[in-house]
């Protein structure tokens, strides 16, 4: 799947405008909350808010600068995987949950050493997942894609718990975001 696709996807899943009472982030377009569209120059009502700019939005943002591209030629379910994460929780968090699956897939270490979960994809990262995947092949990355899916989950009944107003939310999350 290209990232064309996959920008597809999230804007078809998120839909046009919305304003929804529950959700802290304002008015969304396309997925596109206000305050990110702002800090990407647009003024406008959200309600215009035009979908080729959501878009470049998605591949720079979400993309581009969290480096799911190089993600992408290793492992591209995985890479999908976080773009997704990345778009609805930050691509930080998405990373991290890869950087938690790794080390605790390494078995205690024997397989590559553990990394600092950081939230940043760079040559430790890159080195880990390189050996698991050579050690594990196709298999590891659907095993990989399900720990990252797992922590997903958790955090977004974790989210319910601490902030009952996202239960408004919790169903589609876990209908629309994992698996």
């Given at each position: 799947?290209?990232i064309?696709q ?18 802290r ?12 569209a ?64 790794l ?29 698991f ?15 990252v ?23 589609g ?7």
């Amino acid at each position: 799947m290209t990232i064309d696709q996959l920008i597809d996807d999230v804007i078809a899943r998120e839909g046009g405008y919305t304003d929804h009472p529950a959700d802290r982030g304002g008015p969304t377009r396309w997925g596109i909350t206000q305050a990110v569209a702002r800090a990407h120059g647009f003024a406008g009502d959200m309600r215009v808010f035009p979908r080729d700019e959501a878009a470049a939005i998605y591949r720079r943002v979400y993309w581009q600068k969290p480096r799911f591209a190089v993600i992408a030629k290793r492992a591209p379910a995985l890479a999908a995987e976080l773009f997704d994460t990345g778009v609805n929780m930050g691509p930080a968090v998405g990373v991290r949950f890869l950087q938690r699956a790794l080390n605790a897939l390494n078995r205690n270490a024997r397989d590559f050493p553990d990394m600092k979960v950081d939230g940043a994809i760079g040559p430790v990262t890159l080195a880990a997942l390189d050996a698991f995947l050579a050690l594990r092949g196709a298999c590891g990355e659907a095993v990989l894609l399900k720990a990252v899916e797992a922590q997903q989950g958790e955090r977004y009944i974790a989210l319910a718990e601490r902030r009952p107003a996202n239960e408004a939310f919790l169903y589609g999350w876990l209908a629309n975001r994992i698996g």
